[in-house]
């Protein structure tokens, strides 16, 4: 009696714990993933992650992701694009790198998922929205910040990773309607496809080609503190002003012992959350969000040396979360 009434409770036991890890399993893979996939690795998204995890506390049956794209190409992008295509996830969010020759991959996302782009656009795609920077009127702020740097006019510069980029053309673009009548000289445009070693050396021959240069500035998060380490080393800070973009820490640093005159900095954690929001809220069928030109724009703010220490107060409590 006890034998045979083992060998019936043993099965059932197993059964139970089988159905158990199935209905686990089962719950997994309805939870949906939403995706931000970003176009370089720095501290700007890490803060973008920190609003996608303000999403996730409030949309805890949902799996929201960050996905850092370290090479900053748009090959790269697209191998990360296909693979999340291949875990069927139910929405993307892209900083998109090249976007005139990223159009027929962002569309065949946009055909399997919810597609929205964030930093830098793609408006020629099927991507549903944009949210982030109006960056034709953040590389105004800038152009402003240079002209009130350089009162009496001066050589300037730009550094960027790529112009193959919507917001590093249409920074620059802002830049010279911002500059333009005035006796500002921009020499170049300098592109480093995201290889800190050649921004580095972009930087250091500027410096040395143009010894009457009076302003650098950087497009991209990473290239203000390669100026900023360009400049000092080259013994001329101080004499060669620097206008920045975003939020780096040593950035931050230079604009609060003078170094840097002032970087023009974004909202990124904001940029993680509404993407995140939103695509939630397509999912579940609410296009309202959607403004009529298919731009959510989040206000960009100057930095300079009279607000740095309680930006970077707030700053440092974002990243040590």
């Not at 996939?37 to 506390?57: C, H, P, S, Y």
């Not at 497009?219 to 503190?225: D, R």
């Amino acid at each position: 009696m006890k034998g045979s009434m083992k060998k019936l409770i043993v099965p059932l036991l197993a059964s139970v714990a089988a159905l158990t890890m199935a209905t686990g399993l089962a719950q997994a893979q309805q939870k949906k993933t939403i995706a931000l996939v970003t176009n370089v690795a720095a501290d700007f998204w890490t803060i973008a992650g920190r609003g996608l995890e303000k999403a996730q506390k409030e949309h805890p049956d949902y799996d929201i992701q960050l996905i850092v794209t370290n090479e900053g190409t748009a090959a790269g992008q697209r191998r990360e694009l296909d693979d999340l295509l291949v875990r069927g996830v139910a929405g993307i969010s892209i900083s998109v790198d090249d976007a005139p020759h990223a159009t027929e991959e962002l569309n065949k996302v946009a055909a399997k998922t919810v597609l929205i782009t964030t930093d830098s656009d793609a408006p020629q795609s099927k991507r549903l929205a944009y949210i982030g920077t109006d960056n034709v009127a953040a590389g105004r702020q800038a152009g402003e910040e240079i002209k009130k740097a350089l009162p009496s006019g001066g050589k300037i510069a730009l550094f960027v990773g790529t112009m193959d980029a919507d917001n590093a053309r249409e920074r620059v673009q802002g830049i010279k309607e911002a500059i333009a009548g005035t006796k500002v000289e921009l020499v170049d445009v300098f592109t480093d496809q995201v290889d800190f070693a050649k921004a580095k050396a972009n930087m250091e021959n500027v410096l040395v080609k143009y010894p009457d240069i009076a302003l650098l500035s950087g497009l991209w998060s990473y290239e203000t503190p390669l100026i900023y380490d360009a400049v000092k080393a080259a013994g001329k800070a101080g004499k060669v002003k620097i206008v920045g973009f975003d939020e780096d820490q040593r950035t931050l640093r230079g604009v609060a012992d003078g170094t840097i005159e002032s970087t023009v900095v974004q909202q990124p954690y904001e940029f993680g959350y509404l993407s995140a929001t939103n695509i939630i809220k397509m999912l579940n069928g609410d296009k309202s969000w959607i403004p009529a030109d298919g731009k959510l724009i989040v206000p960009t703010k100057v930095i300079s040396k009279s607000n740095v220490a309680e930006f970077t107060a707030q700053l440092k409590d974002l990243l040590k979360k």
